[in-house]
């Protein structure tokens, strides 16, 4: 099986708009969830609660992303990504040092891996919400959908829960009114 993670993507411009800081288009990506923990999710507001509803976290500039694509990556990338998140977690969120930050940085890096059990170019989006409980996360992915009849003009969304299973589906066509 390949190795896969998550990469920022920018289709539009809105992520330079919504988040304090957006990431880079192309950055490996993780779900900095992380960075919310503790917060008091109810008294976020405005670019904050942004990236606490929808952003992804770009591991390079620390910056949100709305969506990521799942693309194929190699062995020495992903150590460079653990390596690099390491980095970001001492200089950015206080961890005293390396070796005290890598296993948190492999754990993020892991569960970003387990979003992209899916073909490559495969689109993926996030939800949080604050709970009673903590913070739950809800994935969505979008996928190309492709026949003879009609070549690459419809998505076909499926929302995920934390474990991977399916939630919802939904029919862009069939909500704009189009037969399939």
């Known amino acids: 099986m390949a190795l896969k993670l998550p990469r920022t993507i920018r289709l539009d411009p809105s992520d330079?708009?919504?988040?304090?800081?957006a990431?880079?288009?192309?950055?490996w990506a993780v779900t900095g969830s992380f960075l919310f923990f503790g917060a008091d999710v109810e008294a976020l507001s405005g670019k904050e609660r942004q990236a606490f509803r929808a952003?992804?976290?770009?591991?390079?500039?620390?910056?949100?992303?709305?969506?990521?694509?799942?693309t194929e990556a190699s062995a020495e990338e992903r150590a460079a990504v653990v390596e690099k998140l390491a980095e970001q977690l001492v200089a950015r969120c206080?961890?005293?040092?390396?070796?005290?930050?890598?296993?948190?940085?492999?754990?993020?890096?892991?569960?970003?891996?387990?979003?992209?059990?899916?073909?490559?170019?495969?689109?993926?989006?996030?939800?949080?919400?604050?709970?009673e409980a903590g913070v739950r996360e809800t994935f969505r992915t979008l996928h190309r959908k492709v026949s003879r009849l009609d070549p690459a003009t419809a998505f076909r969304v499926i929302e995920i829960d934390e474990e991977n299973d399916p939630v919802d589906?939904?029919?862009?066509?069939?909500?704009?009114?189009?037969?399939k």
């Open 16 to 21: 330079t708009f919504v988040y304090s800081r």
């Open 23 to 27: 990431a880079e288009p192309g950055e």
């Open 55 to 70: 952003g992804f976290l770009g591991v390079d500039s620390f910056g949100w992303s709305t969506l990521v694509v799942v």
């Open 94 to 131: 206080g961890a005293p040092g390396l070796e005290a930050a890598r296993p948190a940085a492999e754990e993020e890096v892991a569960f970003a891996q387990s979003l992209c059990d899916h073909p490559p170019n495969t689109l993926l989006a996030l939800h949080r919400a604050g709970e």
């Open 169 to 179: 589906e939904v029919d862009i066509r069939a909500l704009a009114g189009r037969d």
